[in-house]
């Protein structure tokens, strides 16, 4: 194991582990007033990411594309990661149809195991 290093210095308290694959999947097509979403699931030791994140990633997305102008193709796709160490939802649509916008949402989730 390696020593994780913030700032430059050694943080003796955190070690770094090795990288073990993670599960990717689909998990459910959404209509989301005009938009047509996709959401995936990124489980770190399980085949899909807790319930409860994937409930709090339906709710980000329909916060979040409540406040956009749907444009001409309303389309896009939401992410759900359940890491070891945090969990994080993302939310990406299309602006044109050669570029899509990015919104991440890093919030502290606490999500009980089962």
Same mark, same amino acid.
């Given at each position: 194991? @390696? %020593? &994780?290093?913030?700032?430059?210095? #050694?943080?003796?308290?955190? =070690? ?35 319930? @409860? %994140? &994937?409930?709090?990633?339906?709710? #980000?997305?329909?916060?979040? =594309? ?49």
């Amino acid at each position: 194991m @390696a %020593l &994780l290093r913030l700032g430059g210095q #050694i943080n003796p308290g955190k =070690l770094m582990e090795s990288y073990e694959p993670r599960a990717f999947r689909f998990i459910d097509l959404l209509a989301i007033g005009d938009w047509k979403m996709k959401l995936y699931g990124i489980a770190w030791r399980g085949e899909q990411p807790r319930e @409860a %994140l &994937l409930e709090t990633a339906r709710r #980000i997305a329909q916060e979040q =594309l409540a406040q956009e102008k749907p444009n001409d193709y309303r389309v896009g796709f939401i992410g759900a990661h359940d890491g070891r160490d945090a969990c994080f939802v993302f939310v990406d649509f299309g602006e044109t149809r050669m570029s899509f916008f990015v919104a991440s949402f890093f919030r502290v989730l606490t999500i009980r195991s089962n």
